[in-house]
């Protein structure tokens, strides 16, 4: 079932787009209901399984229609076991979810792909804790041992990848490293940082790709920065580790993570200043083709993102 594991049509250059802030589109704007921002709990029914497909496929066709790649992200950053146990689901019946959301995705990419427009599925694993803050810190191999049976989960439902989204701390992303290369699957790590640039547990971003990199033999094919704002991290980014940053899911909101925790309405920012600030990025790191969204973005944000970037292609 997999099409891409061994031959990652990103790494080769070109636009691939991804998706945008899921979980805020679906709340805010949708009018879903999303206990612990636990996106992959809507496939539980026909309803909620038919937003999600709504969402994907709005976001699909502005790929399809630019002519640019597409990542297909499943909806599971939260379908990990803490939080599966939290909203009431055995093991089994998380694993069934998690096999459901890659079935979604791979149904997806078979309408929506053309030759022109390659449709990479990537299986998301979230932070164990919650991804606005680092919480207790896991060791490496407590890490590896917590997402392992996602990640395989993932191999075997026939992802290219797996994608971490909003790691907030060095250990567990080394530990989501591991997990993937046992189960034989690329992986990206996509750290999160705070307003100065640093990770929520007080790394520099580059001393994180560094560590993680020291520490699996430079294993993720990429890395990704996400759900913070363009101005939190445009001065950080110097030096040589930036060549290993490969996308981007910013939010559309300069808050910060302790603003974006309180607030009760949404942020979606200014979409065509945002798809300004991408464009100005790829034009310095031209490395960096995948570029999605994350809190406060929808299409909007995407199509402007996309428009932006390939005029300036």
């Not at 945008?20 to 636990?38: C, K, N, R, S, V």
């Not at 363009?230 to 290993?244: Q, S």
């Amino acid at each position: 079932m997999t099409k891409y594991r061994n031959r990652l049509p990103q790494l080769n250059g070109g636009l691939f787009l991804s998706d945008a802030g899921i979980e805020t589109t679906l709340i805010f704007e949708d009018g879903f209901e999303l206990p612990y921002f636990a996106a992959f709990h809507l496939l539980q029914d026909q309803a909620g399984t038919e937003g999600l497909r709504t969402y994907f496929r709005r976001h699909a066709k502005i790929a399809r229609d630019a002519r640019t790649g597409f990542i297909l992200e499943s909806p599971t950053w939260r379908a990990s076991p803490d939080w599966g146990q939290k909203l009431g689901y055995t093991p089994e019946a998380l694993d069934a979810a998690n096999r459901v959301a890659l079935r979604l995705m791979h149904e997806l990419r078979e309408e929506f792909e053309t030759p022109s427009s390659p449709m990479v599925i990537s299986g998301c694993v979230g932070p164990r804790g919650d991804g606005y803050e680092a919480g207790r810190i896991m060791s490496p191999e407590e890490a590896e041992a917590y997402h392992a049976r996602q990640i395989r989960l993932y191999a075997e439902e026939g992802a290219d990848m797996a994608t971490a989204i909003t790691m907030t701390n060095v250990n567990e992303a080394i530990g989501v490293a591991r997990a993937a290369k046992a189960a034989g699957l690329p992986v990206a790590i996509s750290f999160t940082v705070e307003t100065d640039g640093t990770l929520p547990a007080g790394d520099r971003l580059g001393d994180a790709i560094a560590a993680v990199d020291a520490a699996t033999g430079r294993y993720p094919a990429y890395y990704m920065i996400n759900c913070a704002h363009p101005d939190h991290f445009n001065a950080v980014l110097k030096g040589e580790w930036v060549k290993r940053i490969g996308g981007i899911r910013a939010n559309a909101s300069r808050c910060s993570h302790a603003e974006l925790d309180e607030a009760e309405v949404l942020d979606s920012g200014n979409p065509q200043e945002l798809g300004q600030q991408y464009r100005d990025l790829r034009a310095r790191f031209p490395q960096i083709n995948v570029l999605g969204g994350c809190c406060g973005t929808d299409h909007r944000h995407i199509e402007a993102i996309s428009s932006a970037c390939l005029e300036a292609a």
